[in-house]
């Protein structure tokens, strides 16, 4: 964060008000916020996550990068925004090449935080990004009923603007014309407390955009309360509000993960395909070398093995697992290798699990030896690969 004098222009002349700064704040206040909800994510690791008041879905954008996360649901007044800026929550190109371990399905629903809707229920946290203030007082009453008596959440992040800090912008008056309330830290938590007493939650207080120095005693600029939930308390409006959908769904979309049998099975082919070149140019690399080893060569079958005179490293788990793994062989002008040696690599053994499922994942795509242990590739055909 930082300062900027604030000047005035009168006749091409630059005039210098030394009363009023401009307050600017690097990374910009917003992504600031955003980023303290994407920590939250990394910290708690939740799979279902909703954003109240999504408005541009920027927030849903950057959280759709979360591995842990299996659903995203954004709730907006704005049926238009939602529409416009759909489509940048769509996988794209690289989410097919390289999908992501767990399923992720993204709804973008219009309709109001005010209502209830069942298909709310059960999230890990809900985020409310700037959103509180824009609420009348009646609004304002409904929204802990909603959200923490009938939502419940484990979790929950409010943020909202400190109206402190707005002594330090060059206008102090509300930050938006559309905000009904800006709160001191006093009233945000009295009635943060409040709400957190009543629904059963507990609430811890902090914030985004430091001041300036010398004004410290403002506090933030935007003022976060994080709830949780203290005990189990939804199961009961699960079942009272069974099937009750009042939102209209504008946007949907799915991602490629490794949990689609088909995409996990086009992840191990390309794997295989990798290591299997990998290590037949190594091979080819040491016979020009003449690192070959007579005494590894089975008489009759010209059978060879690896060999190199480089210092040995250091061994990892993962080095110790492939030392003992069954090694490559070349049997006249064939290159096999087992399939014992493919599962040992770390990822290959997670996607696979056994040689069996391995085996049945690579079918008819690539060639194995007569009894299905070992892929089978032509030492000096480029075009295997």
Same mark, same amino acid.
């Given at each position: 964060m930082f300062e900027i004098v604030c000047n005035s222009v009168v006749d091409g002349n630059v005039e210098e008000v030394p009363s009023k700064k401009v307050i600017k704040f690097n990374p910009p206040l917003y992504k600031q916020r955003y980023q303290f909800v994407k920590n939250l994510v990394e910290q708690h690791q939740p799979k279902k996550v909703a954003d109240l008041g999504c408005g541009d879905v920027c927030l849903l954008a950057i959280l759709k990068y979360q $591995?842990? &996360?299996? @659903?995203l649901? !954004?709730?907006d007044i704005n049926e238009g925004r939602l529409k416009w800026n759909g489509s940048r929550l769509s996988p794209c190109v690289g989410d097919h090449l390289d999908p992501r371990e767990l399923d992720l399905a &993204?709804? *973008?629903?219009? !309709?109001?935080?005010?209502e209830k809707d069942c298909r709310l229920l059960g999230f890990d946290l809900a985020a409310c990004i700037e959103l509180i203030e824009h609420f009348d007082s009646e609004d304002l009453a409904k929204f802990p009923e909603v959200v923490f008596g009938y939502m419940c959440p484990a979790m929950i992040v409010i943020s909202t603007p400190n109206s402190e800090f707005n002594s330090l912008f060059p206008c102090a008056v509300f930050r938006d014309s559309d905000h $009904?309330? @800006?709160w001191s830290r006093m009233q945000f938590q009295t009635w943060a407390l409040d709400v957190a007493s009543r629904y059963n939650y507990s609430v811890e207080f902090t914030g985004v955009g430091e001041p300036p120095t010398g004004a410290e005693d403002v506090g933030y600029c935007t003022q976060i309360g994080v709830f949780r939930r203290k005990a189990e308390a939804a199961e009961l409006a699960v079942l009272e509000h069974h099937g009750e959908h009042v939102y209209e769904v504008v946007y949907t979309t799915s991602y490629p993960s490794l949990q689609q049998i088909n995409y996990r099975r086009r992840v191990v082919i390309y794997l295989v395909y990798r290591e299997v070149s990998r290590l037949k140019q190594k091979y080819q690399v040491s016979l020009r070398q003449h690192e070959l080893e007579p005494e590894f060569i089975a008489p009759g079958n010209q059978t060879g093995k690896f060999t190199s005179d480089l210092p040995v490293p250091v061994l990892t788990e993962d080095d110790k697992?492939? =030392?003992i793994a069954p090694q490559p062989f070349c049997i006249e002008d064939k290159f096999y290798v087992p399939l014992q040696r493919i599962i040992a690599y770390p990822r290959l053994g997670h996607l696979c699990g056994n040689v069996e499922k *391995?085996? =049945?994942f690579l079918g008819d795509v690539i060639e194995l030896n007569c009894d299905g242990s070992a892929v089978k590739v032509d030492l000096n055909d480029c075009s295997d690969f």
């Open positions: $591995k842990c &996360i299996e @659903e649901v !954004g709730v &993204i709804t *973008l629903y219009h !309709g109001s935080v005010l $009904k309330f @800006e697992a492939m =030392e *391995l085996r =049945e």
